[in-house]
């Protein structure tokens, strides 16, 4: 396309909810993008911080920034699935990205995914590939990643991969068309893993999601992640999927098929674990060694 002007207008949605130490980093990040055509909307889901005042400072003092428009909301809490619902019925973008309040998109993050989404009529869904980040902002320097992520590759995510989770996807920033959304609902209050719900009714639907191989998000890792919680999570997941109840067949051979794989590998399986647990010990003293301040 020969200007940036020319390129579909992308909502950037911030659900803001008491990350007042943080939202200012994600803000800054949808400043900084190289793609120019973007709309961004905050909405403060009734934060008990301080978050209103710091975001409300930050936009005030903003120069020169590049977007098409911006809109800040504070209302009190309905929580996040009526919050991006609302954000996606005020969105004027023909996509839409959702950031959480507490992580950061890298620069080119926008325009890598807009020009994949753009390149196949049905795709609804196109994400890519995360980096962790503390609570300080430190990770693992971009350059190592190059390194790190040479096996990263892009591919269609299709429905048996994402209901039995064999294909990673980064749905914390998932690039959306927001019709196609509109158009199933938008996303459901009773499920708190909404991104996870959304791509399962979107690839039932019959669209496509599609995830590239580039590093989109630092993804923030801190004490008050609510998706830490892993047997909630684990219970939250499976509530999901028996909401599709035509697929409980699916998922009893599916059962059946991992007891078989566990009965026939379980010392194999014990030697892996352990072998696992090693491989993440040294992992994680590497990862605190190389660890950068990144903003």
């Known amino acids: 396309m020969s200007s940036d002007i020319e390129k579909p207008l992308v909502t950037v949605v911030i659900p803001s909810y008491n990350h007042s130490q943080y939202v200012r980093f994600?803000?800054?990040?949808?400043?900084e993008q190289d793609y120019k055509n973007i709309e961004l909307i905050i909405i403060d889901d009734g934060s008990k911080d301080d978050s209103v005042v710091v975001i409300n400072e930050y936009l005030k003092n903003i120069k020169d920034n590049n977007l098409a428009k911006v809109t800040f909301i504070s209302r009190e809490n309905r929580g996040l699935c009526n919050t991006l619902n609302q954000a996606f019925e005020i969105a004027a973008g023909k996509y839409v990205?959702?950031?959480?309040s507490d992580d950061i998109l890298l620069k080119k993050s926008i325009s890598l995914l807009v020009n994949a989404a753009m390149s196949d009529s049905s795709i609804a869904i196109t994400s890519g590939y995360y980096i962790e980040m503390d609570s300080s902002n430190?990770?693992?320097p971009l350059i190592f990643h190059k390194w790190i992520s040479r096996k990263n590759y892009a591919t269609y995510i299709t429905f048996e991969d994402r209901y039995t989770k064999t294909e990673q996807f980064c749905g914390q920033a998932?690039?959306?068309k927001r019709n196609v959304i509109l158009q199933l609902g938008g996303f459901r209050p009773d499920f708190?893993?909404?991104?996870y719900y959304m791509q399962?009714?979107?690839l039932d639907a019959g669209f496509r999601i599609y995830r590239i191989k580039d590093m989109v998000l630092l993804y923030r890792i801190h004490d008050n992640n609510s998706i830490l919680a892993t047997q909630s999570l684990q219970n939250e997941l499976m509530k999901i999927k028996q909401s599709f109840a035509y697929l409980q067949v699916f998922e009893m051979l599916n059962d059946k098929a991992d007891d078989l794989q566990?009965?026939?590998h379980s010392q194999k399986n014990e030697f892996a674990?352990?072998?696992n647990g090693k491989k993440l010990k040294f992992r994680n003293l590497i990862k605190s060694f190389l660890m950068r301040t990144y903003y």
């Open 26 to 31: 994600s803000i800054k990040s949808v400043l």
């Open 97 to 100: 990205l959702t950031l959480a």
């Open 138 to 140: 430190r990770c693992i």
């Open 174 to 176: 998932s690039l959306y």
């Open 192 to 195: 708190w893993v909404e991104d």
């Open 200 to 202: 399962l009714k979107v």
């Open 262 to 264: 566990k009965s026939e």
């Open 273 to 275: 674990k352990k072998w």
